[in-house]
């Protein structure tokens, strides 16, 4: 074995681990554990460390809890949609936002810094010590994600055409395969450049971005690439109607049974978000077997239930889909970026959708978010405590009010305290959330940056939007603004 390198920091006594049962293949509640890691590694979890340490942290009053692994994120340009999209969709695109809004919405290139930055401070405080970054190729891309001492797969998008709409109606594609390959070139440089990151804390994956917006052979040459680097491949495919009866119409097939057709729908293929297979409600289409053919393929799913929600959609469900042996992960997708909250909503919308409390139980949601986002991004070292995982975890405070009772602690995180209640946070060993407050990011800094981004993109939202209309009127605030009340007299 070899020797570890670093220094050893042994967290004694803590009231409870949520542990890494390797027999048995799940977790477990560990009681009165001393967690120990040298330098980015555990060596330890269990009672009586007898061991060296370098430095030792009184666990008494927490529960240390593995990083939460986030596979599907858009940090570069989601923070900046908040108080636009969190209820608007076109009413006749399948109440989707991803054609009319959006395009329109989103950043300037040059200001997905600080929206990164922001979008990595929420993470990191709400127990995220992995994220998958689903963004376009930047300049600065890596250095912004290591900085901010998170754990980074970068998932550089790339694709052939466009989406636009010039009605509202119908959706069109701007083809313009030239610009997809410079992006594949790009994102191959990018990946490759992850790989050799100083930080060690930086991977990549293969994100052809859409199943709409890439053509066979593009999907084809990225599945190559990926299993060339022995990487997973991501793409967004069954994530709105208007695409489901695009391929339909595209090819007489679903997309799913399009991505078989092509032979990418295995073991390599996370799909995000996999929502709209042809057995959904709301699509309802009684002649392909798509959830079967999901479910014997290996192919993986992203779930981000959240911004579906937003629109009134849902995956049906996370417990169906789990409990079949479909890998799932928990993704934020779009703001706030906040793991814990997304478990919840995973459990409630399952429950909601089949009136069936059993199809979306914490474990579905605690293991997707876990062990189940480590597993698609092939990474058995992360997502549980264990000697041997990397020194990625959270210490819940167990005194914190809103745990309280704390008879079921991982309950009171998911359903009551959420992030509040997260007081510590390490990633490879290092601390990066300490009381709270993230150590490596200037979060006022950053959230100015966001701000003036957001306010210098809806200046031009209506240059952008095919009816012309102003940013009221495609997301209408919830209330008019007014100086006075009509009822109001003037002070004598
Ligand atoms: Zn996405």
Not at 67 to 94: C, I, M, Q, R
Not at 211 to 219: A, H, S
Not at 434 to 461: C, F, H, N, W
Request: proline share 5%; with cysteine; hydrophobic share 40%.
């Amino acid at each position: 074995m070899n020797a570890k390198i670093g220094k050893t920091t042994r967290i004694a006594g803590l009231d409870l681990a949520v542990a890494w049962d390797e027999s048995e293949q799940r977790h477990v509640y560990l009681d009165g554990a001393d967690l120990v890691f040298t330098g980015n590694e555990i060596v330890h979890v269990g009672p009586g460390y007898a061991g060296p340490a370098d430095t030792t942290i009184d666990g008494k009053g927490f529960m240390a809890m593995p990083g939460l692994v986030n596979v599907h994120s858009h940090p570069f340009s989601e923070p900046a949609n908040k108080g636009l999209t969190e209820e608007f969709g076109s009413d006749k695109l399948g109440q989707s936002s991803l054609y009319e809004y959006l395009p329109v919405f989103g950043l300037n290139p040059e200001d997905a810094g600080p929206s990164t930055q922001v979008a990595m401070s929420e993470l990191l405080k709400s127990g995220v010590t992995t994220i998958s970054d689903l963004s376009v190729s930047r300049e600065g891309w890596l250095d912004d994600l290591a900085r901010t001492g998170i754990r980074a797969v970068v998932c550089p998008m790339m694709r052939q055409g466009v989406w636009y709409t010039k009605n509202g109606h119908a959706v069109e594609y701007r083809w313009d395969e030239k610009a997809g390959d410079v992006a594949f070139g790009t994102a191959m440089k990018t990946i490759d450049a992850a790989a050799k990151h100083p930080s060690g804390r930086l991977s990549g994956m293969v994100t052809p971005a859409q199943i709409d917006t890439c053509k066979e052979g593009f999907f084809k040459e990225a599945h190559q690439e990926a299993r060339k680097r022995d990487i997973p491949m991501q793409t967004h495919a069954c994530q709105a109607v208007v695409e489901f009866y695009e391929m339909v119409h595209r090819h007489g097939k679903t997309p799913i049974e399009w991505l078989d057709s092509i032979g990418v729908l295995g073991p390599d293929l996370i799909i995000g978000h996999g929502i709209f297979l042809s057995d959904h409600p709301q699509i309802h289409y009684p002649h392909a077997h798509d959830f079967e053919m999901l479910r014997d393929s290996g192919a993986a799913v992203a779930h981000c239930p959240t911004v579906f929600a937003r629109r009134g959609m849902a995956l049906n469900t996370i417990g169906r889909y789990m409990d079949a042996g479909i890998p799932v992960g928990i993704g934020t997708d779009t703001f706030p970026h906040n793991m814990v909250d997304e478990m919840r909503l995973a459990c409630y919308l399952a429950r909601v959708v089949t009136g069936n409390y059993k199809m979306g139980m914490t474990r579905h949601a605690f293991e997707a978010a876990t062990i189940g986002g480590a597993r698609l991004l092939r990474r058995p070292d992360l997502g549980r405590l264990m000697a041997g995982a990397k020194a990625d975890f959270s210490l819940v405070d167990l005194s914190h009010p809103y745990m309280q009772p704390a008879h079921e602690p991982v309950r009171s995180l998911i359903y009551s305290a959420s992030e509040r209640a997260i007081r510590h946070v390490y990633v490879d060993g290092v601390q990066v959330v300490r009381d709270s407050k993230v150590l490596t990011i200037d979060v006022e800094a950053v959230t100015a940056g966001l701000i003036e981004g957001q306010r210098k993109r809806l200046e031009t939202v209506s240059q952008r939007d095919w009816a012309g209309r102003t940013v009221d009127e495609l997301a209408p605030p919830v209330y008019t603004t007014h100086n006075r009340l009509p009822q109001s007299r003037p002070v004598d």
